[in-house]
């Protein structure tokens, strides 16, 4: 069955790294969009970054341009996403999903910016 697990979050102060990984299992993972998304308390679930099958297109949403790099290994069948700079508000739980009619979603990480 198709799974998506995450790791790589935590506590970091601000101004700090993360690198988050969903690896993949269940299905073929280099024929899928890929997606990360977030979810603070009291808020809404959101985009943060999606990448497409062959990694030749790549989109942010406005408040993590510059700062988030979203990558794939195929080979590996591994999304990740790399955050730096980070801002207390990006303080969240982290969620990859597969782009498809058919979605799935990972269990999510948390990922706490404070100092």
């Known amino acids: 069955q198709v799974q998506l697990v995450e790791s790589g979050g935590g506590l970091v102060q601000p101004g700090g790294s993360l690198r988050l990984s969903c690896a993949a299992s269940?299905?073929?993972?280099?024929?899928?969009?890929m997606s990360w998304y977030r979810q603070a308390p009291g808020k809404e679930r959101e985009l943060v970054a999606s990448?497409?099958?062959?990694?030749?297109?790549?989109n942010y949403e406005d408040s993590v341009k510059g700062r988030f790099t979203i990558s794939r290994d195929n080979a590996k069948n591994t999304v990740y996403l790399q955050m730096n700079s980070l801002k207390p508000e990006d303080t969240a739980v982290y969620y990859c999903?597969?782009?498809?009619?058919?979605?799935?979603w990972g269990q999510g990480t948390q990922v706490t910016v404070s100092s």
């Open positions: 990448i497409s099958s062959t990694s030749g297109s790549v």
């Open positions: 269940g299905f073929t993972f280099s024929r899928y969009a």
């Open positions: 999903k597969r782009e498809a009619i058919t979605s799935y």
